[in-house]
């Protein structure tokens, strides 16, 4: 037998034996913890295009510019106009062009997903740290730059998935039966 075999063969004895003679530990090596429901409760706060789970909170593009001027304006600019972070506003209509410009207002295809996404990532240096109603407002007041809604419209859980955006027929639903064929 080649010594390279003879080898492999050995070195496979040698690891079976070691796995059947070494201890074994009973339990794992007790990192973590199983969560509770209430855990779960506290980390799920997806919120859909149907705004099903919208927290209660309401909020105006009044009340949301005071929340933008402190909380996003030194990432997005004056007015939603961007430097050093993404623009928020404009670029309507320029998604077919050469230079398209994906802003709230010209890409995002629901209202929600702006809730959503800034409720859990916003502002960069402390997510999740907006109130409801902050958060509320100031989405108003970013639909209000791109003229989706009007200034003194009352954003809230009862109202925030009715709005249409711009671009909300820019994309394919997929979670409609019969849209998507998985193998």
């Known amino acids: 037998m080649p010594i390279y075999k003879l080898s492999s063969l050995l070195f496979i004895s040698f690891l079976s034996a070691s796995c059947t003679f070494s201890p ?11 969560m509770t429901q209430e855990d779960v409760r506290k980390l799920d706060i997806s919120i859909g295009p149907d705004g099903i789970g919208l927290p209660s909170g309401s909020g105006n593009a009044i009340s949301g510019q005071k929340v933008y001027i402190a909380k996003c304006q030194s990432c997005h600019g004056e007015k939603g106009l961007g430097k050093p972070a993404d623009a928020l506003v404009g670029g309507i209509n320029s998604l077919a062009t050469n230079k398209p410009i994906r802003t709230v207002g010209s890409f995002w295809p629901y209202a929600t997903t702006l809730f959503d996404y800034t409720r859990r990532a916003m502002p960069l240096q402390n997510p999740k740290s907006l109130s409801n109603e902050e958060v509320y407002a100031v989405t108003a007041y970013v639909l209000y730059l791109n003229g989706i809604i009007s200034e003194d419209y009352l954003l809230s859980n009862q109202n925030l998935a009715a709005i249409k955006m711009p671009n909300k027929d820019g994309f394919i639903d997929f979670s409609k039966q019969g849209s998507v064929q998985y193998k």
């Not at 074994?24 to 199983?34: E, V, W």
């Open 24 to 34: 074994s530990s009973p339990k794992g090596p007790d990192l973590g913890k199983p």
